[in-house]
């Protein structure tokens, strides 16, 4: 059985294929570089249907994110990174 798209489904489906403009990408990044609204906007947008290359993108940034994160974690527990002294004597008094 043929299946029949509409003209609406057609313009969907051509917005979700278009590439993001060099513009677009250095915005994101921007928006993506605030730290609560850039996470919040980056798990919007890499589960969103809108905009294939925009969802790409921001699962890339969000991969990074985590990446960088765990890397900072580990890197503070194993004391490369000096926590000032103030902080990690109220870590030590737990």
Same mark, same amino acid.
């Given at each position: %059985?043929?299946?029949?798209?509409?003209?609406? @489904?057609?313009? !969907?489906?051509?917005?979700?294929?278009?590439?993001?403009?060099?513009?677009?990408?250095?915005?994101?990044? =921007?928006?993506?570089?605030?730290?609560?609204?850039?996470?919040?906007?980056?798990? !919007?947008?890499? =589960?969103?249907?809108?905009?294939?290359?925009?969802?790409?993108?921001?699962?890339? =940034?969000?991969?990074?994110?985590? !990446?960088? @994160?765990?890397?900072?974690? *580990?890197? =503070?527990?194993? @004391?490369?990174?000096? !926590?000032?002294?103030?902080?990690?004597? %109220? *870590?030590?008094?737990?």
């Amino acid at each position: %059985m043929a299946k029949h798209f509409s003209e609406q @489904d057609n313009k !969907i489906q051509e917005e979700a294929s278009e590439g993001l403009s060099t513009a677009a990408y250095f915005w994101y990044l =921007v928006l993506y570089c605030i730290p609560v609204v850039g996470l919040i906007f980056s798990i !919007i947008f890499s =589960v969103s249907k809108k905009n294939e290359a925009r969802r790409h993108f921001s699962r890339a =940034v969000l991969i990074l994110k985590i !990446i960088c @994160d765990v890397v900072i974690c *580990l890197l =503070v527990v194993f @004391d490369v990174i000096a !926590i000032p002294a103030g902080v990690s004597s %109220m *870590l030590a008094l737990g």
